[in-house]
């Protein structure tokens, strides 16, 4: 599996890579195994490619998607397992575990990107209904007091979420649900509310179809005032 970031030390952008990648396990469980510990690194400035050594987590496990890595503050992360996050630093090119917040009887941790902080989800199931508790890591560091719980979501029956954007006083986030549609989630009220978008009709019955929309590319923040 690759990863690819920017090191803003050496200006130079750089692709991670495993050697033979990651294998799926033959069992009931989803998640896969390393089964080769060797790691290149391929330097653009350079333009080659280099032997960093061998993968010190030989314990690590990771759901099969995605595969590839998280980049936030420098570094691409991939869930462990549980408890453990492992990631790699692009300008020091060497890796490190964090701590992430732990439960029994959840399911494997998702890492994303929400509004250009790491974002951890942790799902867990209460009655009939899923649930997923949302973390931040705004004040980046390896233990797990650095993560912050920004609130719980309602997942709707057979669905799965990515967080998108989040307003400024973190009342409301922006979901794709099951990389189909989009909608706003209140974490006050626990609901789901309208998307709003100029000149594009929503509601709940009827959620902005993400084929429907035209995404222009940007580097700015994906934060609005709610």
């Not at 080659?48 to 010190?56: A, E, R, T």
């Not at 990771?62 to 992360?77: E, R, S, T, Y």
């Amino acid at each position: 599996r690759l990863g690819f970031g920017y090191d803003n030390v050496r200006d130079d952008y750089k692709v991670l890579a495993f050697k033979n990648g990651w294998n799926c396990m033959q069992n009931l469980t989803p998640t896969i195994t390393l089964c080769s510990n060797k790691v290149y690194v391929y330097s653009s400035k350079l333009n080659l490619w280099k032997d960093i050594g061998d993968f010190p987590f030989q314990q690590a496990t990771m759901f099969p998607d995605p595969m590839d890595g998280i980049l936030a503050n420098g570094a691409l992360h991939w869930v462990g397992g549980q408890n453990f996050i492992f990631a790699f630093d692009l300008c020091s090119d060497k890796f490190r575990s964090m701590l992430c917040p732990f439960w029994e009887d959840r399911f494997l941790p998702q890492l994303c990107i929400l509004n250009g902080v790491l974002c951890l989800l942790s799902d867990y199931d209460f009655g009939n209904q899923r649930f997923a508790d949302i973390f931040l890591m705004e004040d980046y560091g390896v233990h797990e007091s650095c993560w912050s719980k920004l609130g719980s979501i309602r997942i709707p029956f057979g669905k799965w979420i990515t967080p998108i954007a989040l307003s400024k006083n973190k009342k409301q986030v922006v979901l794709q649900i099951s990389k189909a549609t989009l909608v706003l989630y209140d974490l006050e009220t626990n609901s789901f509310n309208d998307v709003a978008m100029s000149g594009a009709a929503s509601s709940l019955d009827s959620p902005i179809s993400l084929t429907s929309c035209v995404c222009v590319g940007s580097l700015a923040s994906l934060f609005w005032q709610a």
